[in-house]
Structure formats: structure tokens, C-alpha cells
């Protein structure tokens, strides 16, 4: 009786780590990753205030996933900043590029541009209806530095990482966002 | 050693198997450290504005119901992402109009739609951009956009997945929602009395 029980216990345990696991996966783009566990990103707008909102969106994200640091840094080949043209299509807020090396899984370039046609709210306050909210974008942005795929589920259209933003809408990292990050880089 | 002792040695021995071979792949990987950075892996991911029925006809150049007649193979163009220069590969599809709902474009009249992703030999990019379908006629929401720069008129869909709608047994059928094709179109038309081709920009939206 007491074996039964015990081995029901286990198997309770091994479909909960089986359940987490696929729950995950399904927000994680691929198995890329970076070569270290800490990544080096260097804001190039002309503006403090939108790369200060970018170095804040890597702070919050920093406190989310301890075992992943975003660290600014001036020499660092990825960059944040605005579309120079051809990046970012009409009806997109901002795009991530990265780049991986096939044969190590490593992501080697990343780098995010942000729309030109888009009215921006670049202070920390809530937005106004009228724009759109930069800080949220920059973390659903660094969100993808993890690889994270866009989330598709209407049911979690509140979170981060939902492939839409609003106009004046603020969102913050969730655990739905950050859990996966966390098992990436533990 | 008591039967039910045992069991809880195994069990956690098989947990552990079970969570280590999930970095198994991973650690694999790493340890082939070759690198090649010739085939570099691009993948993009873009963060859509959302839209409403009414916005996104607004902001539309070209909304019209048609068919993709042709697909071109996988096309890319050298460009500079800061410290590189990498391939950026694209597929045209070409979708030839049956019904335009705005944009005064003739029935027949085909189009470029141009998306972003890929692969050419070793070189592949993966990205989130909406693909027309090629099975059943559709609407879709298009804006004018050349990522290349080739001089050629081509048009991205608008909003990723908001953009198109698949016309099939009686519906429109979009990502978020599903409803009839006559009550969909005669809403899409109410839009056209309203604006015309008239472009109008969202909230937020200053170009």
C-alpha cells in the first residue's frame, strides 16, 4: 500500500517536470544561446531619455533572470537604435535580428531597431493613448536576446511577450515571460 | 535495502537522467567548436502594433481579395547590420487581384508582397513575417515596403498576423477570429464608403 502510494507520488512529480518543461519550450524559440552569461549591448540613440529606458529595460530584466546579465557597454557591436531603413516594416514597432552560429548554437550578432513612423513615449511615466510606450517595447525586445519566441496565445495577450502592443499600453515582465529565460540560463 | 527505498533511489535517479539529457543536446553543440561564420543563422523577430478592423483599412495602401500565382524562389541581398555584413534573404509572392477593396488596382492587376526569410544554399533566415497563403484566396492588408530597395514597387502585410484573412466555405478566417466572409466584406466596404483610399494613420502612428 505504502509502495503504491509512494510510486503514485513519483509519477505525480515526473509528469508536473514534464508538464514545466513542455510549458517552456513552447516560448522558447530555438536552443540559441549565448556563448557567455553575460551580454555586452551598446543604446545608439541620439537621445538620453530612449537610452535610458533601454538600460532600464535591461536593469528590470537583469533582476528578473539572475543567472543573465545585460551590461552596457560603449564597444559592443549590439546595438539598440533607430531604423536607418529597410529594417522595420510599416505596422511594426521594433524588430530584433540575431545571428547564429550554426555549429556552435551560439548566438554571435544582435541587434534591435525601432520603427521611424511610430510616435515614441520615452519617459517613465504610463504613456499617454496617443504613443507608444518605448520601455515596453525594449523589454519585449531583450526578451528575444534570450531567444524567446513571440507568444500567439490570446489568453496571455496582457503579456510581455505577445506578438502586438497597444497604443499607450504598458506592460512588465511577468513570470510567464521570465520563467523560460530562467530555465535557459539557470 | 527495503522495496519501497529502492523505488525512491530509482525515481530520482531517473529524474535526474530525464532533466540532464535536456542540456544533453545543447552541451553537445557547444563542444563542437568550429567556427563558420560564413552560415550564420539569421532569425528575426518583430514586435506588430495591434489594430483595429477600422485602423488597419485606414492605414492600408492596398486591400484587396486575391491569390498567390506564383512564388519565387528564396532571393537575398548583402546588407549591414552594424559590425556585419549578411545576407538578407526574401521570397516575392505574387498575388493577382480578383476584388479591390481599396487601392483602385484593376481585377486581374498582380502584385509583389514581399517576405522577409528564407534559405539559399547554407545561408537560412527565420523570421515571424506573415506569409501569404497559397491554398484559398484571401484579403490582405498591404502597405507599400521595400526592404531592398530595388526600385520595384512591393508591399509587406500589415500587422503580421492581423493582415490576412483566409476566404474559405463561407468565412473569413483570421488569426484571432473567425467570421462570416458576406459580413466581414460588407464591414471592409462600410470602411471604404468611409475613407476611401484615403490613408489614415492610427493613433501613435505618425507616417
Known amino acids: 500500500m505504502k509502495t503504491k502510494k509512494i510510486f503514485t507520488a513519483i509519477c505525480i512529480i515526473l509528469i508536473l517536470q514534464f508538464a514545466l518543461v513542455s510549458t517552456v519550450s513552447a516560448h522558447i524559440d530555438t536552443n540559441d544561446k549565448w556563448s557567455s552569461n553575460r551580454v555586452y549591448f551598446k543604446p545608439v540613440y541620439a537621445g538620453s531619455d530612449a537610452n535610458n529606458r533601454i538600460r532600464e529595460a535591461a536593469s528590470d530584466w537583469n533582476s528578473k533572470v539572475p543567472g543573465f546579465t545585460f551590461s552596457e557597454s560603449s564597444s559592443s557591436f549590439h546595438q539598440l537604435g533607430p531604423d536607418p531603413g529597410g529594417m522595420v516594416p510599416y505596422g511594426v514597432a521594433a524588430a530584433t535580428y540575431y545571428w547564429v552560429n550554426p555549429n556552435t548554437g551560439y548566438i554571435e550578432e544582435c541587434d534591435v531597431y525601432y520603427s521611424t513612423s511610430l510616435s515614441w513615449h520615452y519617459g517613465t511615466s504610463s504613456p499617454p493613448s496617443d504613443k507608444f510606450d518605448f520601455l515596453t517595447v525594449t523589454k519585449h525586445e531583450f526578451g528575444h536576446w534570450y531567444s524567446l519566441d513571440d507568444c500567439y496565445e490570446s489568453s496571455h495577450s496582457s503579456s510581455l511577450m505577445y506578438y502586438h502592443i497597444d497604443v499607450g499600453q504598458r506592460k512588465s515582465i511577468s513570470s510567464h515571460d521570465y520563467n523560460p529565460a530562467r530555465i535557459m540560463y539557470p | ?207
Open chain 2, 1 to 207: 535495502m527495503k522495496k519501497s527505498n529502492f523505488i525512491i533511489v530509482l525515481s530520482i535517479l531517473l529524474a535526474f537522467i530525464f532533466l540532464v539529457s535536456l542540456g544533453a543536446n545543447k552541451n553537445a553543440r557547444i563542444a563542437e567548436n568550429e567556427i563558420n561564420k560564413s552560415n550564420l543563422i539569421g532569425h528575426v523577430h518583430s514586435s506588430n502594433i495591434k489594430f483595429d478592423d477600422e485602423e488597419i483599412f485606414g492605414y492600408a495602401d492596398l486591400v484587396a481579395i486575391g491569390k498567390i500565382v506564383e512564388v519565387s524562389e528564396a532571393k537575398y541581398e548583402i546588407q549591414d547590420f552594424h559590425s556585419k555584413q549578411l545576407p538578407y534573404i526574401y521570397k516575392d509572392y505574387f498575388f493577382e487581384i480578383t476584388k479591390d477593396l481599396k487601392g483602385d488596382l484593376p481585377q486581374g492587376e498582380v502584385v509583389t508582397v514581399r517576405v522577409p526569410g528564407g534559405e539559399i544554399g547554407k545561408h537560412k533566415f527565420v523570421t515571424d513575417s506573415i506569409s501569404p497563403g497559397t491554398t484559398y484566396r484571401q484579403l490582405l492588408y498591404l502597405k507599400e515596403w521595400n526592404p531592398i530597395d530595388d526600385n520595384k514597387v512591393t508591399y509587406t502585410i500589415l500587422g503580421g498576423p492581423q493582415g490576412k484573412y483566409e476566404l474559405r466555405e463561407g468565412k473569413a478566417v483570421g488569426f484571432e477570429k473567425s467570421i462570416s466572409e458576406e459580413i466581414f466584406l460588407e464591414k471592409v466596404k462600410g470602411f471604404k464608403e468611409k475613407y476611401g483610399n484615403k490613408v489614415v494613420l492610427p493613433p501613435g502612428v505618425i507616417k
